[in-house]
Nanobody
Framework: QVQLVESGGGLVQAGDSLRLSCTAS????????MGWFRHAPEKERQFVAA????????YYADSGKGRLTISIDNAKNTVYLQMNSLNSEDTAVYYC????????????????WGQGTQVTVSS
């Protein structure tokens, strides 16, 4: 079992940056591939970014390439999502997820999910 707690969301203006954090407790963090997903009102949950257990491989949704950076600090049991040049389309609840497999763009791969953190971007 692993428990995930997200933080760092908030209300920002278009063009601003935010860094989301997801801290894990429970089993050894480095055994998990990690991902970020988001869920906006009246939309399906979307893949945002993922990182492999080693941190060597990263994956991004097309909408985030060039603006997002996912990183991992195994010593702190924390995965980060740096988001730059935010726009109103980024408004959503952001969820962190952990997989005993590799980091993936597919949400069904992930066994553990956090409660989410709200990101609201005003234009």
């Amino acid at each position: 079992q692993v428990q995930l707690v997200e933080s760092g969301g908030g209300l920002v203006q278009a063009g601003d940056s935010l860094r989301l954090s997801c801290t894990a407790s429970g089993r050894t963090f480095s055994r998990y591939g990690m991902g970020w997903f988001r869920h906006a009102p009246e939309k399906e949950r979307q893949f945002v970014a993922a990182i492999s257990r080693s941190g060597e491989s990263t994956y991004y949704a097309d909408s985030g390439k060039g603006r997002l950076t996912i990183s991992i600090d195994n010593a702190k049991n924390t995965v980060y999502l740096q988001m730059n040049s935010l726009n109103s389309e980024d408004t959503a609840v952001y969820y962190c997820a952990a997989s005993t497999g590799y980091g993936s763009t597919q949400d069904y791969i992930y066994e553990y999910w956090g409660q989410g953190t709200q990101v609201t971007v005003s234009s």
